[in-house]
C-alpha cells in the first residue's frame, strides 16, 4: 500500500539476451536484451525456470524494434508512454520503432501496485540507467566493428555514428551489443538536461490510436471462446451472508448456463471476494436479468444498524474534546485560553466512492492446475498473491495479465474482482468473465472513509495565530485488513494532518475512534481529501476572524523557509514512503505554489458582485499544489467559473501528461466538493448509480489552467496531488462570493450546483 | 432474427426482441469499442449513431434498430480520420480512454447538426456524456478544432 517502500538505488543491469522467457511475452528473442534487478529483491531472475519471469526490461532486435516492457497499469495516467519514453530518450532511440510491451504480474518487478502516484518517482532513474546502459553497449559493439576507440563514436538517433561520418543502426548492432557485459551502472554517462529530447515534451500517447478507434481492450472487453459472464448479487450488508435464494426462476431465463453460491465470509474482508449468489449465462444481459430473480434472503449481521447521518453526528460529536495526542509542540490548550481572540469551526466530508467510468471486470480460465486472469487491475501481484491464497494454490499457479483500466482512482488496487472471476471459472471450468455492474460499482465499493475534523485557534492582538489544535476521526483503512482497527493510523494522519506544515509554538494535532461499518478503501489522495479540506476551509475561517488575507495567513502560518519534521514534534510521520532526506517538507515550495497560483489567475483582483476567489494549498505524495477557484453565486447557486492550479512536482517528465492529470484530479476535487456522496440506511448504501451517485458533468466543469513549476528536484507524485486543495478552494470562494459557509460536503446538500 | 446494417455491413443477429443493442454489439457480436458506463442511459458510454441520430445503445432495445442502420466508434471512419477523431489526437483528450468511444461518437453527432458550435451549444449537448478522468476541457476544444474541418451538409 501507500507505507511500502521500495529503494530504488544500486540496480544491477543484467544482459538476458540468451535467456529463454523472451517468447512468453511475444518478443522475438535475438538481439540484445536488457533487465535489471531491483536490489531489494532477489537477483535470480530464473529465466531458465520456465516461469516467464523477467525483470524490467529492453530488448532491441535485428530489424531494430525496440520494445520495452511497462510494468505498471495504464489508467488513464499515461504511464505507458512516461516511463518508456524517459528509456528511450537515454537510449537515443527514434520513438517511432519504440513498442511498449505490458508486463505479466511478477514479483521480480518489485511492487507493481500503481497507485501512491509513485510510478514516475521510483522509476525514473532506473529506466535513465537502462537506456544508458544499452546505448553504451551499442556504442561499444560499435567501436569493435568498425575497431575505433568507444570515444569516437556516438549513439544517435537510433543509430552508432563515428567520428567519420560512418554509421550502423541500432538493429545492426543488435547481435553484437547481445554478446557484451553491461557496464558498471556507476559508470554511465547520463545525458544533460538540455539535450533531452522526449523527457520533458508532451509526447502522445501509444495508446491514441487504439482509443481513437475503438480497439482497446479494458477488463471489460475481454473476450474468449466459450466465455461465460457472471453477474452476482452481494450482501447488501457489509458482514451479511446468503440464507436461501429461489436458483430455480433464475436458471429459467434464457442464456443462463448455471447459478452458484459465492462462499461464505467474515472479517478481515480484505481482498476477499464478498458473499453472494453468481448467475453465469451466456452473455451480460442474460446473466444481469436473472440475477434480479434470485429472491436471496441474507442473514443478520449488526452492521445493518449502520446510518451514516446519526455516525456522521457522533463523530462530529466526539471531535468536540480532546482526542489521543499525535503531534504537538508547547501548551496549545493554556495558550488558547489565554488568547484575544478565538476561532473554532468542525468539518466534515461523507463517504465517497470511486466509480470510475469502467465498473471493475475480470475473467479468469482454470486448466490443468494453472490459473489465469485478465484484469483491469492495478496491483497484479496482489491479484496473484490473494487469488492463490484464496482458492488454495501456489502464486506460480496463477497467471495475471493485465488489461488497460478505465480509470483506477484506487478502487482497481483492490483484486476482490478477480478473486470472484477465479472462484467461478474453477467451479465451471470454462472461461468467466465477472461483469460489474454500476449498481454493483456504487453499492459495494471499498469507500473514502466518512469523516469530522475540528479545528480550533487563538489569536493574539495583531491578528497572529498564537495557538492551534487540530483533531480528525474517521473508520480506518486499517480495519478492512484487521478486521478490528477502531481509530486512525499514523500513516492515514500523515495524509494532510500529522504534517500540517506550520511552524508555530503551540500546536496539538490529535486524532478520535471510529469503527468502520463497510470496506474502507483508498480513494485518489485518500485522506488528503478530508484533511486539505478542513485545513484549508480553517485558515480561511481564521484570516476572516483577523481581518486578512487568505493567502497572508497561509504565510504567516507557514512561517520561515525550512524543512520540517514533524517527527521531532512526536508524529510517526511516513512522507509516503520516503524519506525526509530525498523529500523534505519544504515549506519554500509550498509558500512558492502559493504566491505563483495568485501571481498566475490574477485571485488577488476584484471580482464581478456575486463573484470571488477561494485559494488553497497541500503537499501531498511529495509534491506541492496550489489552487485558487473563481465561482458565481446568484440565488443560492454556485457556478465554478475558472480553476487555476501550480504545481512543483520536481522534474517533470511527460509535460503534457501532468497536465492533463492536473486537470483531471481538479475535476475530480471539484466532484467531491460538489456532488459526492454515498450515504448508509439500515446498513445498506442508498445510492445506485451516476443519477443518484453523482460526478461532474460537462456544463458543471471550468475553465483550468495548470501552471507548472520549473524544477530540476526529484520527481514527486503527479495525479493526486491535484485533488486534496480543490475543495477548500470552492467552499472559501462560495464564502467571499456569498457569505455562506460550506462546513459539510458536498456543497449540493446546501445550494444548487 | 434481427436484421441490420452494422458500420456498412448487412447484419443479422439472434437475440431476444428487449435486449439492449449495447449487449448485442459487445457480448454477441464480440465488437467491444462500445462501452458500458451505467445501462440506464445517463453516461453516454455506450453513445452510437442508428440512421446518423445518436442513441444510447443501452437503452436501446435490439428490435428497434431492425431495418436501421447502425455506426459505432469502429465504423465513424476509415482508420482514424473523421475530423473529431483527428482533433481528439492534436488535443491528446483521451486519459484513460474508456469513455471516449461515446464522447467522439456524441461529438461527431454535435457537428453534424451543427457545425459551429458555441460553448454552451458543446455543453448541452456533451453533458449527456461522463468522464470520470476528467477530460472536459480538452473535449471541448478538440470539438472547436474538428468544427473546422466537418463539412457542412
Ligand atoms: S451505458 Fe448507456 S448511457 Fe451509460
Ligand atoms: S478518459 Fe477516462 S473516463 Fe474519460
Redesign the interface.
Known sequence: MFIEQLQHHDSVMHNISRRGFLKTLGIAGSGLVLGVTLPSFSPAYAAESGNGEMNLFVSIDESGEVNIICHRS?????IRTSLPQVLADELQADWERVNVVQGLANASYGSQNTDGSRSVRHFYQTMREMGASARTMLEQAAAEKWGVPVEEVKAIDHKVVHQSGKSLGFGELAAAASKLTPPDVASLVFKNKQDFKYIGK?L??V????????????G??V?MEGML?ASIVRAPVVGANVLSFDKDAALKT?GVADVVAMPERSFPVGFNSLPGVAVLA????SA?QAAKKLSIEWTQHENQSHDSGAFLATLQERVKSKGKVQRSVGDAYAELDKAENTVQASYSVPYLAH?????PAATAVFKDGQMEIWACTQTPQSTQNTVAQVLGLEPSQVKVNVT??????GRKSKPDFSVEAAILAKHSGKPVKV?W??ENDIQHGYYHAISAQHYQAGLNDKGQVSSWIQRSAFPSIGWTFSGNTNEPQSWELSLGFGDVPFQLPHLSCESHEATAHARIGWIRSVCNIQHAFALGSFVDEVAVAADKSTPQMWLELIGEDANIDPGQQGFEFSNYGETLERFPLDTKRLKHCLNEVIAKSGADKPTAANEAWGVSVHRSFVSYVAVAAKVKVDNNKVTVLEMHSAIDAGTVVNP?RVK??Q??????GLSIALLGEISFKEGKVQQS???DYQ?????Q?P??YTHIIDSDAVPGGVGEPGTPPVAAAVANAIYHASGKRIRDLPVKNHMQV | MITFTLNGKPTKVEAEPEMPLLWVIRDLLNMTGTKYGCGLGVCGACTVHMDGQPIRACATPVSVIAGKSVTTIEGLSKDASHPVQQAWAEHNVPQCGYCQSGQMMSAAALLASNNDPSDSDIDNYMQGNLCRCGTYPRIKAAIKTAAKFVEVK
Open positions: 495504464e489508467m488513464g495516467q499515461g508532451g502522445t500517447i495508446d491514441m490510436h487504439d482509443i481513437q478507434t475503438g480497439k482497446t481492450q479494458f471489460q472487453d473476450h459472464y434464457p451466456s452473455n451480460t444481459w444481469q466509480a470510475t467510468m469502467e465498473p488497460l483500466l478505465g480509470g483506477g482512482f461483469v455492474s454500476r503534457d492533463s492529470q486537470e483531471g484530479s481538479m475535476i475530480f448509480n451516476y443519477h460526478v461532474l458533468r460537462m456544463n466543469c475553465e483550468i
